[in-house]
Nanobody
């Protein structure tokens, strides 16, 4: 029912910035916590950040804390991931995912039910 579409990925230099978007559509799209995950080449998928339905609570993995900011615009049914001070190790396919409740568990949504298709981020000089 819920559909998620990521956008905003691309090639950036180390130290650069990028903003990813996750557009949600379908019934109930306003009522889910949304998280960002990433998967680097040859590595497993890891949680990055999560935001509650209201936007009042957020969580971040230690690897991105202080550099990434998750936010949402419920009027647009869109969640953003603002990334600054990017490092080569941030290179990955980034996915958004919707949880089964309005709340996050730490920096990941609870009971993930929907995934986006992913957007590629490459940090390289």
């Amino acid at each position: 029912q819920l559909q998620l579409v990521e956008s905003g990925g691309g090639l950036v230099q180390p130290g650069g910035s990028l903003r990813l978007s996750c557009a949600a559509s379908g019934f109930g799209s306003d009522y889910y916590a949304i998280g960002w995950f990433r998967q680097a080449p040859g590595k497993g998928r890891e949680g990055v950040a999560c935001i509650s339905t209201s936007g009042g609570s957020t969580g971040y993995a230690d690897s991105v804390k202080g550099r990434f900011t998750i936010s949402r615009d419920n009027a647009k049914n869109t969640v953003y991931l603002q990334m600054i001070s990017l490092k080569s190790e941030d290179t990955a396919v980034y996915y958004c995912a919707a949880g089964g409740s309005p709340y996050c568990s730490g920096y990941v949504p609870r009971d993930i039910g929907s995934w986006g298709q992913g957007t590629q981020v490459i940090v390289s000089s």
